[in-house]
């Protein structure tokens, strides 16, 4: 399966962005997950390695600026290239937001849906072309 | 030119891009509130009022279907900050109706969000979905796709499939891949639905795009997983296409970080990790690209790390061979080493541990390389590393540190809360602790390590008793049972008396688990009275206490009073006089009246035995006999007479259970009785007399500890032992005594066992004893060499702390080399190793630690996105490297000297890539070779640093466009607008 889920969130512990995969999980269900991880992925120091083990799966995580990446893996799925993931994830938004910023996410949340949709499917990573990844957003910006 | 380059790209973008037009002033204050909330109360009562007002308006007549797509991303924003927004699911699913893709998409996200596979709605989505696979438009094809991954459960399989299959021909390649995508998430969801179509897979693998090829590697994954021995044919291919990845032959885009699209390397070495398995003919394959792979990827950055990562595991997995795992160990080497350089790469730590306990398992000698990185990882406060290092120790465990490891374990177990990793480490615990289990030689020694043994049991019980399996208490009651065998009586007592002490002392704890209390009520049965040094009535009293203490727990009831009646019994025995304290007199009534018939037996049988005289007593009851073998008469020949006298009183012969209904066994009786039932004639012969059953035979058979014991110990399995056995004829009792064995003793033999340990062990253990003294004297030394070095300071004592840990954990494996114990010989070499090794760390750590100290103060960790405003007018080395590693300086102040130094620190920093964001400087860099078509370095530097560089322009113009649409950071949240890169 690989990836479990991607969840954006901000230093406050609030959600930005959730995104799952494994499977269809109920509200209540989500609001535990997400409380539990955020707890404990925040309180982590910068001297702590980026990746923590919860329950059966580990979770790789990653800071810019205010927000936090999370994504839930399997056991075997490899940390230092879920980080570098997550980074090019960042790097994607960035390219099309220009200096992307907490804003830029949350006023265009289908947007980094959609890019998100392109690099991730049934947990895989199936892209990772940034043109790739942008060309059907940038082609449907210009087609409304 | 670059400048007009990046203005070009901004204006390309358009206002979508960058801007926050286009959206209604309503959205734009919901996110601005939500974005401002300060705490989760607040953001409920905004989202609350949020859903009241959509409910109301969603459901109005014409609303615009640019201001509906506005209401279901508010919606999809309810159910994310975790409210239900149900009401607006059917609008999402119109909207997936929608002719604008926009639109479209939009639904379909929303959809897919709200909506989990076998929700009602799903139905309506199916024919839109069939709709869009048709479409001449790619990018619906392609919506439809996503949609269909996340919404098409097993019983719509069958409607969209054909389509599906089609499309994997389809012209455009992101259809394509979006195809095999989600032919694999139907093979995920129902494997028979698409059996017939693997093939595709296959066929797909040698797709003309990258993308689709990289894609199919996923369901081929899975399919090898299930199946290794179908795919073998493939192992050329995929080394082939591996090579060709290797060597750049991809498309540039695919490129991350210079590194050839090392995602598509990860996944074919995974492939050929699981093809390559045991397989030696397949690893022929494969070691070359490997070996290429290891030379050409560099280290410097965290994708590279990561590909090397990934070609250890596949090392580590296929058929060993010296080459790669020379070129294994020595990526390895290069991860740990940059931990002992460098004390922030924990990343690094972390993937360098568990590739050093990958490689472990096929060459041992690895570890000894790395004795201070690891006992680094292990002393580390960071979780995640400790536990990591526990699981690398754990494999390494040998009989010369288990002793070193096993505490350290039970320390980290008492220091944790989450039972789930707590039960895992205790078991393990135990494992070892059973495994490396002492031998019949050298008894000193064997009670020394027999006595840890025991005490990381107690320690392990009282601890985590609740989570541990019930065979673990019986391999203790039989460690001190059996003791060491015949050979050293002396040793034998001495651990029982020394198990009698403790438990007593042990007793006095408030809380203790009910499984500890079992295995202390039996040895205090057993053997509280045995050396003398307290009296019956002192132990029955105790004893008394516990079932007092622990009221609702009849398994420990049940095993207190069988060890009263054991302690009677051998005072009896013994000719002394029993006098009955008031408490147990009374415990002995409660019980004969307990709800519990198991209790109530033992309660009697206790009370029988006290009118025995002594010699029958002893008969039934001899002393310390819980190792004595039992003979289990399996043809009940005792019974012979009286079956005989039967049969001619006329009684019907035995006839064996083959000969009466085939299959009928203990846990078929059912339908046995069901057989019986269903013949519904009546029965005119008599039924045949009950022969008594062999009653006294079954306890006796079943307490395999203690042969004469009336009662068995476990009274769970009694009870349905012996309901079984009433249920059936009588006569088959002889074959249930087979399943009769209270003590789950299977496997356990050759652990505790002296005459038959393990093969492994005793063959080397005579040689590791040895050495296990040594190690000892080494540990002093070190410690003595610890404080010359007082002296130099606190630092120099830690590491002499450290070299004592490795010399214990790893002295072994380099003592192992030289046979001969002999202490003079060993010690000049563990010297040179544990002198030489820290001399590398300190002679850097000192300095930095110094610099650090000199620096600004510790930056606040969390506050990383605030900017510091501590400006340093002086630029040396190492505080840059402090302000790579931790928050950003304020942007202001890179000035020219700054470009210039930071273009030395990259080699420094390379190993630091793991924390790019926060440094705005080593982040542009790495975008500028993204965005660079040019690989020279100047202006890969130069493009950025105008791009998003110091004091950037790009926010305050976002800033003003924020002020334009009323969206003004009012303070609470400074961080909305922060760059994420910056």
């Known amino acids: 399966m690989g990836i479990r889920f991607v969840l954006l969130v901000n230093k406050q512990g609030q959600t930005r962005l959730a995104q799952y995969y494994a499977e269809h999980l109920t509200l209540d269900e989500r609001r535990a997950l997400e409380g539990e991880i955020v707890r404990k992925c925040l309180a982590r120091t910068d001297q702590q390695c980026s990746f923590v083990e919860h329950r059966n799966y580990k979770i790789v995580y990653r800071r810019y600026a205010s927000l936090f990446f999370l994504v839930g893996v399997d056991n075997d799925e490899n940390e230092l290239a879920i980080l570098e993931f997550i980074h090019l994830f960042v790097e994607t938004m960035d390219r099309h937001f220009g200096n992307v910023c907490e804003l830029d996410i949350m006023f265009h949340l289908e947007k980094a849906h959609f890019m998100l949709e392109e690099m991730v499917m049934n947990g895989c990573i199936v892209e990772t072309s940034k043109s790739n990844i942008l060309m059907p957003i940038q082609l449907m910006d210009k087609a409304s | ?982």
Not at chain 2, 2 to 30: C, H, N, P, V, Y
Not at chain 2, 377 to 390: G, N
């Open chain 2, 1 to 982: 030119m670059e400048q007009l380059k990046t203005i070009g790209r901004e204006l390309a973008m358009g206002s979508q891009g960058g801007g926050w037009t286009g959206q209604s002033k309503e959205f734009l204050d919901l996110v601005k509130s939500i974005g401002e909330a300060r705490s989760k109360a607040e953001e409920d009562r905004i989202i609350l009022r949020e859903i009241e007002s959509l409910r109301r308006r969603i459901g109005e007549p014409d609303v615009p279907r640019r201001r509906m797509k506005e209401y279901i991303i508010r919606l999809v924003y309810a159910e994310m900050l975790g409210h239900d927004a149900s009401f607006g699911y059917i609008h999402a699913v119109k909207m997936t109706h929608d002719d604008s893709l926009s639109l479209k998409r939009t639904g379909y996200l929303a959809v897919t969000l709200f909506l989990s596979d076998d929700h009602d709605l799903i139905i309506l989505i199916v024919n839109t979905i069939q709709k869009d696979l048709r479409s001449d438009n790619y990018l619906i094809v392609c919506a439809a796709l996503t949609a269909a991954c996340k919404l098409i459960n097993e019983e719509t399989i069958p409607a969209v499939l054909p389509q599906v299959v089609d499309l994997l021909a389809h012209p455009k390649e992101a259809v394509r891949k979006k195809a095999v995508m989600a032919l694999h998430r139907f093979y995920q969801r129902s494997p028979a639905s698409v059996s017939h179509l693997i093939s595709n897979f296959r066929k797909r693998l040698c797709d003309n795009d990258p993308g689709v090829m990289g894609a199919t590697l996923f369901p081929l994954f899975d399919l090898i997983t299930a199946d290794v021995n179908s795919y073998k044919d493939l192992v050329i291919s995929f080394v082939s296409i591996l090579k060709q990845v290797a060597e750049r032959r991809l498309p540039k885009v695919y490129d991350y970080h210079q590194m050839p699209a090392p995602f598509i390397q990860i996944k074919l070495l995974k492939i050929l990790a699981l093809l390559g398995s045991g397989d030696k003919q397949a690893s022929g394959h494969i070691y070359n690209v490997l070996g290429d792979i290891f030379r050409k990827c560099e280290s410097s950055s965290n994708i590279g790390n990561a590909v090397l990562y990934e070609c250890i595991c596949c090392v580590s997995s296929i058929y060993p061979n010296a080459k790669v795992l020379d070129a294994a160990a020595e990526s390895t080497s290069k991860f740990l080493k940059a931990c002992l350089l460098f004390s922030d790469s924990h990343n690094l730590k972390y993937m360098g541990i568990d590739a050093l306990r990958r490689l472990i398992k096929i060459n041992p000698d690895i570890a000894e390389e790395h004795q201070l990185a690891v006992i680094d990882c292990l002393e580390d406060p960071d979780d995640t590393l400790k536990r990591k290092t526990f699981e690398l120790l754990y494999k390494m465990t040998k009989s010369t540190n288990v002793e070193v490891i096993v505490d350290r374990m039970i320390d980290y177990m008492i220091s944790i809360n989450d039972n789930h990793y707590k039960t895992e480490i205790a078991s393990r615990c135990v494992e070892l602790a059973e495994q490396f289990a002492p031998s019949n030689q050298w008894f000193i020694q064997f009670s020394v390590s027999n006595n840890f043994t025991f005490q990381t049991m107690n320690k392990v019980f009282e601890h985590a008793g609740d989570l541990l399996n019930v065979r673990v208490a019986h391999n203790l009651m039989r460690l001190i049972a059996e003791g060491f065998g015949e050979d050293d009586e002396g040793a034998d007592s001495q651990l029982r008396s020394s198990a009698v002490n403790s438990y007593l002392r042990i007793l006095g704890e408030p809380k203790l688990p009910s499984l500890f209390l079992q295995v202390i009520c039996w040895v205090l049965g057993e053997y509280g009275t045995a050396d003398g040094k307290y009296s019956a009535s002192y132990i029955i009293g105790k004893l008394c206490d516990v079932t007092e203490a622990h009221l609702c727990n009849d398994t420990v009831k049940a095993y207190s009073i069988s060890a009263i009646m054991k302690i009677c019994a051998f005072e009896i025995t013994a000719g002394r006089n029993v006098e009955m304290l008031p408490e147990c007199q009374s415990l002995i009534d409660e019980l004969s009246a307990s709800h519990s018939t198991d209790l109530q037996q033992r309660a009697y049988e206790l009370q029988a035995l006290l009118c025995l005289d002594s010699q029958a007593v002893e008969s039934v009851m001899p002393l310390d006999a819980s190792c004595e073998d039992i003979e289990v008469d399996r043809n009940l020949s005792f019974l012979n007479s009286f079956v005989q006298q039967s049969i001619e009183k006329g009684a019907r012969p035995y006839s064996p259970e083959s000969e009466r209904s085939g299959t009928f066994s203990v846990s078929n009786y059912k339908s046995q009785y069901q057989h019986e039932a269903s013949s519904h004639t009546l029965r005119f012969e008599a039924y045949e007399l009950p022969k008594p059953s062999p009653t006294p035979a079954t306890p006796q058979i079943s307490v395999s500890t203690r042969t004469t014991d009336l009662v068995p110990v476990l009274e769970t399995t009694y009870y349905t032992e012996n309901n079984q056995a009433s249920k059936l004829p009588p006569v088959s009792d002889a074959s249930s005594a087979d399943h009769g064995i209270k003590l789950h003793l299977d496997g356990v033999q050759k652990k505790w066992g002296r005459p038959t340990y393990s093969s492994s062990s005793s063959s080397t253990s005579s040689s590791e004893k040895k050495t296990n003294g040594v190690t000892h004297i080494d540990g002093v030394r070190s410690q003595s060499r610890g404080t010359l070095y007082d002296t130099k300071g606190q630092q120099s004592e830690v590491t002499a702390e450290k070299q004592k840990l490795a010399a214990s954990l790893f002295g072994a494996s380099a003592g192992k080399n030289e046979k001969k114990p002999a202490s003079t010989q060993r010690v000049p070499k563990a010297n040179t190793v544990t002198a030489e090794r820290p001399g590398v760390p300190r002679a850097i750590s000192p300095e930095i630690s110094k610099q650090k100290a000199a620096s600004s103060p510790p930056p606040d960790l969390l506050d990383l996105g605030e900017p510091i405003t501590t400006t340093t007018p002086t630029i040396d080395p190492f505080e840059q490297l402090e302000g790579l590693i931790g928050p950003t300086p304020g942007p202001s102040t890179l000035d020219n000297s700054v470009t210039t130094s930071e273009q030395k620190a990259p080699d420094l920093m390379a190993l630091y890539t793991d924390t790019p964001p926060s440094s705005s400087s080593s982040i542009s860099s790495a975008l500028g070779d993204i965005h660079s078509t040019d690989k020279n370095s100047q202006m890969a530097k130069n493009v950025p640093s105008i791009k998003k560089g110091p004091n950037p322009q790009d926010s305050l113009q976002k800033d003003a466009t924020a002020r334009h649409v009323g969206v003004t950071p009012t303070g609470n949240n400074p961080n909305l607008f922060r760059d994420l890169l910056g």
